[in-house]
C-alpha cells in the first residue's frame, strides 16, 4: 500500500504581502455628470477647445456670454458679448482666434483671446440667423443658417477673406454641419426635417453630389461631430440620445443621455476620446468614453 504525505501550511495573513489591484476600465458609451445643472442658460451650446485644450460653451449663467469649463467641470465667465448679440457656435481658426456664430445680429464674430477684443469677421444681410459652423484647414467656415419660423434654411461658406458665399438655399431647418477626416464630405442636418444631407467638397471649398446620408423617424436633430474613422455623432435633441452613424449611413449605436435636450458635442480629453455633450433642459454638460478619438486627435 502506497501512502500519500499530505503536508498542511498555515495561511499568511493578508498583510504579509501587498496585492496592487488593476484598475478598473471605463465603461464606454456611459453618460456621466460633467458640470453641475443649472449653470448656463436653455441655450446652452457650441463647445469647442482651443489649442491648449481648454472648453468653452456659449450662455454661461445667461444668454450674450461666454464661459471657460474647466477640467474638474466647474465654470467661469470669459467674456460678454456686445448688447444685442448672442452665440450659437464657437469655432477656433488657425490662429488661435474664437468665430462665434452670432444669430440675432447677422454675423460670424472674431475673438482675440488674448485681449478679449471682439470684432466682426462676417456680416450678411441676407443672412437667417448663422447656427452652427465647421471649419477646414484652410479656415474656411461652413455655416448652417436656418429660419425657423417657416421650416426652411440655407448653407454658407466664409472665406478667409471674410466674403460668405451662398452654396444651397431652399433647404429644411440647417443645423448641425461637420466634415469628415479627410475634409472631402461636408454633413448638414436639417432638425425639423430629421434629415442629415451628405455632399462631396473640393478643394475650393465648393459642393456638389448631394445624397441623403440618414432619415430619422422621431425628434429634432442638433449638432454633430465626426470621429476619426468617419463615424457622426448625431444630437438627437428631445430623445436624450447620440446616434452614432457610419459614413455609408447605418446606424451603428445610439447613447443614451440622462438629459433630454442635447444640444451638441465636442471630443476632448488627453486621448480625444472623451465626448461633452450640452443639455439645454438641464442647463449643463455630461461626457462619455467612446472607443474611437474625435477626427482632430
Not at 456621466?32 to 482651443?50: A, C, Q, R, V
Not at 460653451?57 to 458679448?81: H, M, P, Q, W
Not at 454675423?107 to 462676417?122: E, H, P, W, Y
Request: aromatic share 8%.
Amino acid at each position: 500500500m502506497k501512502y500519500i504525505l499530505v503536508v498542511c501550511l498555515p495561511l499568511l495573513a493578508a498583510s504579509h504581502f501587498s496585492c496592487k489591484t488593476a484598475p478598473a476600465k471605463t465603461q464606454l458609451f456611459l453618460s456621466k455628470d460633467f458640470t453641475t445643472e443649472n449653470l448656463f442658460s436653455e441655450n446652452i451650446e457650441g463647445p469647442d477647445f482651443d489649442k491648449d485644450g481648454n472648453l468653452y460653451v456659449v450662455n454661461y449663467l445667461r444668454d450674450g456670454t461666454i464661459g471657460k469649463v474647466n477640467a474638474d467641470g466647474s465654470c467661469e465667465l470669459f467674456l460678454t458679448l456686445p448688447e444685442g448679440s448672442n452665440a450659437n457656435s464657437i469655432k477656433f481658426n488657425s490662429e488661435g482666434e474664437m468665430l462665434l456664430a452670432d444669430w440675432p445680429q447677422h454675423n460670424i464674430l472674431k475673438v482675440d483671446m488674448k485681449t478679449k477684443t471682439i470684432g466682426i469677421f462676417c456680416h450678411d444681410d441676407r443672412f437667417n440667423q448663422p447656427n452652427d459652423l465647421c471649419i477646414n484647414k484652410k479656415d474656411r467656415i461652413f455655416a448652417s443658417d436656418p429660419r425657423w419660423k417657416d421650416g426652411t434654411g440655407q448653407l454658407w461658406r466664409i472665406d478667409p477673406d471674410s466674403k460668405a458665399t451662398l452654396l444651397e438655399s431652399d433647404m429644411g431647418t440647417t443645423n448641425g454641419i461637420e466634415l469628415d477626416p479627410g475634409e472631402k464630405r461636408l454633413y448638414v442636418g436639417e432638425s425639423v426635417q430629421r434629415k442629415v444631407w451628405q455632399y462631396d467638397v473640393d478643394d475650393a471649398g465648393n459642393i456638389s453630389n448631394k445624397r441623403l446620408l440618414i432619415e430619422f423617424p422621431d425628434f429634432g436633430l442638433d449638432g454633430m461631430k465626426c470621429d476619426k474613422a468617419g463615424n457622426l455623432y448625431i444630437t438627437r435633441h428631445g430623445k436624450g440620445a447620440i446616434a452614432i452613424v457610419s459614413p455609408e449611413g447605418r446606424l451603428l449605436r445610439e447613447v443614451p443621455l440622462k438629459g433630454k435636450k442635447c444640444s451638441n458635442l465636442v471630443f476632448g480629453g488627453k486621448d480625444g476620446r472623451t465626448v461633452f455633450v450640452t443639455l439645454q433642459d438641464r442647463k449643463g454638460m455630461e461626457t462619455f468614453r467612446t472607443d474611437i478619438p474625435g477626427k482632430r486627435f
